[in-house]
């Protein structure tokens, strides 16, 4: 949805609990820069639309179940910090 959205597929995936989080590369350095007090410099999301606070949502708070075949969308935005 929108001009810069990016839609991946998993196909194939076993049913059970997931967490989805995603890193904007910006610099292609393949790590996620951080400021000196470790929170993110690029642009990061997790599924349930969690953000980052003082550390990184847990995996409780994102946790995803696939129960059954089906499809399952799931958005997540990214959270940029200046």
């Not at 609990?17 to 690029?42: I, Q, W």
């Not at 349930?48 to 179940?65: E, G």
């Not at 399952?72 to 935005?77: N, P, Q």
Request: charged share 30%; net charge negative.
């Amino acid at each position: 949805e929108g001009p810069n959205a990016i839609e991946v597929v998993f196909e194939g995936v076993p049913f059970g609990d997931y967490a989805v989080s995603v890193v904007h590369d910006e610099n292609g350095n393949r790590k996620l820069e951080r400021s000196t007090l470790g929170f993110p410099k690029e642009g990061v999301g997790f599924s349930n639309d969690q953000k980052v606070i003082l550390s990184a949502p847990s995996f409780k708070a994102s946790k995803l179940t696939l129960s059954k075949a089906e499809d399952m969308k799931v958005v997540i935005t990214l959270d940029y910090r200046e």
